[in-house]
């Protein structure tokens, strides 16, 4: 379709019709989100794969916490382990203290829970990009090589693979 097509299309669109409006408001609400969602997931990816290559560091889990997901068109519901984590970095004179967040789906809370409880408290590797100390990275790899979550499930299989969700 081109540009003039796309102009006509709109002229018969009856933009003073209150429920035609909210109904286009809703669709560019949703197909922003989406595509919100994708570049977050695009740049998380990009993190990780680059973080690989980053100095590391001893980090130590802070807190941990559990949050329900939304229920998405009938698939069931996912639950977000998140943790956050302290680090410090050595400069020549100082040493610079930085904290971070990570978080990882699961199907269930009892999981979810489960996993956080093993990093409760726990030192784990950290990657902390050259030059800038403040950006880091926990990668789901590291996580999964010293504190392994039992399979019990073949859905389990799917989330115990780090390819499927780095960060």
Same mark, same amino acid.
């Given at each position: 379709?081109? &540009?003039?097509?796309?102009?006509? !299309?709109?002229?018969?669109?009856?933009?003073?019709?209150?429920?035609?409006?909210?109904?286009?408001? %809703?669709?560019?609400?949703?197909?922003?989100?989406?595509?919100?969602? !994708?570049?977050? @997931? @695009? &740049? +998380?990816?990009?993190?990780?794969?680059?973080? *690989?290559?980053?100095?590391?560091? *001893?980090? *130590?889990? @802070?807190? &941990? %916490?559990? /949050? /329900?997901?939304?229920?998405?068109?009938? +698939?069931?519901?996912?639950?977000?382990?998140?943790?956050? $984590?302290?680090?410090?970095?050595?400069?020549?004179?100082?040493? %610079? $203290?930085?904290?971070?967040?990570?978080?990882?789906?699961?199907?269930? +809370?009892?999981?979810?829970?489960?996993?956080?409880?093993?990093? +409760? %408290?726990?030192? &784990?590797?950290?990657?902390? *990009?050259?030059?800038?100390?403040?950006?880091?990275?926990? !990668?789901? /790899?590291?996580?999964?090589?010293?504190?392994?979550?039992?399979?019990?499930?073949?859905?389990?299989?799917?989330?115990?693979?780090?390819?499927? $969700?780095? @960060?």
């Amino acid at each position: 379709m081109t &540009i003039p097509g796309i102009v006509d !299309l709109l002229k018969h669109f009856k933009w003073s019709s209150f429920h035609s409006w909210l109904s286009l408001h %809703n669709l560019v609400a949703l197909v922003a989100g989406s595509l919100a969602g !994708l570049w977050r @997931q @695009q &740049i +998380k990816r990009r993190r990780a794969r680059l973080a *690989q290559n980053w100095p590391s560091v *001893q980090g *130590q889990v @802070q807190s &941990i %916490n559990v /949050a /329900a997901g939304t229920k998405f068109f009938g +698939k069931p519901r996912q639950y977000s382990a998140s943790f956050t $984590y302290s680090y410090s970095v050595s400069d020549e004179s100082e040493t %610079n $203290y930085f904290s971070g967040d990570f978080s990882r789906p699961f199907p269930d +809370k009892d999981r979810a829970w489960e996993w956080l409880e093993l990093l +409760k %408290n726990k030192r &784990i590797r950290v990657h902390v *990009q050259p030059g800038r100390p403040e950006v880091s990275a926990v !990668l789901a /790899a590291d996580l999964d090589a010293h504190f392994p979550l039992p399979v019990r499930t073949p859905e389990d299989l799917v989330f115990a693979r780090p390819e499927i $969700y780095p @960060q």
